[in-house]
């Protein structure tokens, strides 16, 4: 009979596994043999893969495609949609992925900014200075027309270990609607402007105008108020 328990030696924090085998001898009497092995590495690998994996259901509820490049830099797929899922099939476990997807369907003028963006070296020095969440914003070309979308990168692991993840979300109505209300308001300043820069040329010439016969009423008032006891003038 073979059985597998794990202990937790707290003051060593130490996971031990133990297997038992027990047998009876010749003479009736019951025996065993406990080998005893230390599962602290696999123990904490597995709760730490298993707390990076509820990490990264809980930041994918609001993207549509999720990547992750791990320890040892590989990348990995945790969601795609199915359509470039369907696009991208023989790629799929390529450790090449995000330069595959970026070649294909980031739009040519965005292309060499996005591939710096998201080298992971880069992340990391970024992540120093700009704080713990990277987000940047890129056009792709779906269906023969521009869509904008968003990356979001975090780092789920620690600094000496970093697992970074990639969310990818559609942000085009809400990024057309921006720049729609930016064009708006640009445009709305130049008319100002225009209608301040006519509106100081018509007093201008409002002025000239005013000033010409003013200047005549001002001088004949003059030689008035001079001559007031010349009845001949």
């Given amino acids: 009979c073979l059985t597998t328990h794990f202990i937790y030696h707290s003051k060593s924090s130490r996971y031990i596994r133990l297997f038992s085998v027990y047998a009876k ?14 599962h602290t590495a696999i123990k904490q ?3 730490r893969d298993s707390y990076y994996t509820n990490l990264i ?7 549509e495609n999720i990547f992750f490049i791990d320890e040892k830099n590989k990348t990995h797929i945790y969601r795609m949609t199915s359509k470039l899922k369907e696009e991208l099939k023989d790629h799929l476990h390529s450790a090449d992925i ?20 998201v080298d992971k070296n880069n992340i990391l020095k970024l992540m120093k200075t700009e704080g713990e969440v990277i987000r940047f914003q890129f056009r792709v070309t779906l269906h023969n027309q521009l ?32 720049l729609y209300r930016q ?28 000033r010409t016969p003013m200047n005549a009423i001002v001088g004949y008032a003059d030689i008035a108020i001079n001559h007031l006891q010349q009845e001949e003038i």
């Fill in 25 to 38: 001898n010749s003479e009736g009497h019951i025996i065993a043999l406990i080998l005893a092995r230390d």
């Fill in 45 to 47: 690998r597995k709760e």
């Fill in 57 to 63: 259901k809980g930041l994918a509820i609001d993207y």
């Fill in 98 to 117: 995000l330069d595959i997807f970026a070649d294909k369907y980031v739009y040519k003028e965005d292309l060499d900014n996005f591939k710096t963006v």
């Fill in 147 to 178: 869509t904008y979308y968003e990356v979001k990168i975090i780092n789920v692991g620690t600094n000496e270990s970093p697992i970074l993840v990639f969310g990818f979300t559609n942000v085009d109505k809400e990024t057309k609607d921006r």
């Fill in 183 to 210: 064009e708006f308001l640009k445009n709305a300043v130049i008319q100002m402007q225009k209608a301040n820069k006519a509106k100081d040329v018509f007093l201008s010439n409002m002025s000239h105008d005013l």
